[in-house]
């Protein structure tokens, strides 16, 4: 018997002025993340890991315990969202990852991120 997990995850993203500094290549994004259990088991987010791509290529990686220090527990048809924040040195780049996750069965998985952009508003049209 093979059980899979529907976990959707939804991102916006906002370009934060007041604590960038353009002249220092300093460009500082939030970003609000939603995840949905659409599962039939109560799911725990334990890690993070994400992979911020500036549009110089440079390429950082974050591992991490839970998020927003806190490692939620999402029964099913639930949801949890969090706001956190990421500085590039360039005014777009992009965001992806991945969040492990365990079941109430004990099962571990892994819930994907998906592609997502930071960019100053209107940059890109």
Same mark, same amino acid.
């Given at each position: 018997?093979?059980?899979?997990?529907?976990?959707?995850?939804?991102?916006?993203?906002?370009?934060?002025?007041? @604590?960038?500094?353009?002249?220092?290549?300093? +460009?500082?994004?939030? +970003?609000?993340?939603?995840?949905?259990?659409?599962?039939?088991?109560?799911? @725990?987010? %334990?890690?993070? +890991?994400?992979?911020?791509?500036?549009?110089?290529?440079?390429?950082? *990686?974050?591992?991490?315990?839970?998020?927003?220090?806190?490692?939620? @527990?999402?029964?099913?048809?639930?949801? +949890?969202?969090?706001?956190?924040?990421?500085?590039?040195?360039?005014?777009?780049?992009?965001?992806?990852?991945?969040? *492990?996750?365990?079941? @109430?069965?004990?099962?571990?998985?892994?819930?994907?991120?998906? %592609?997502?952009?930071?960019?100053?508003?209107?940059?890109?049209?």
């Amino acid at each position: 018997m093979s059980l899979s997990f529907e976990i959707p995850v939804s991102v916006e993203t906002f370009y934060v002025a007041a @604590q960038s500094d353009p002249a220092l290549n300093r +460009y500082v994004f939030a +970003y609000t993340i939603t995840i949905k259990n659409h599962s039939t088991e109560t799911v @725990q987010l %334990l890690k993070r +890991y994400w992979l911020i791509t500036d549009a110089n290529g440079k390429e950082t *990686e974050v591992h991490g315990e839970g998020v927003v220090g806190e490692q939620p @527990q999402l029964a099913p048809g639930s949801s +949890y969202s969090y706001t956190s924040g990421a500085v590039l040195e360039t005014p777009v780049g992009t965001m992806q990852g991945h969040y *492990e996750m365990t079941s @109430q069965s004990q099962l571990c998985f892994k819930a994907a991120i998906p %592609l997502f952009r930071l960019a100053l508003p209107n940059i890109l049209n």
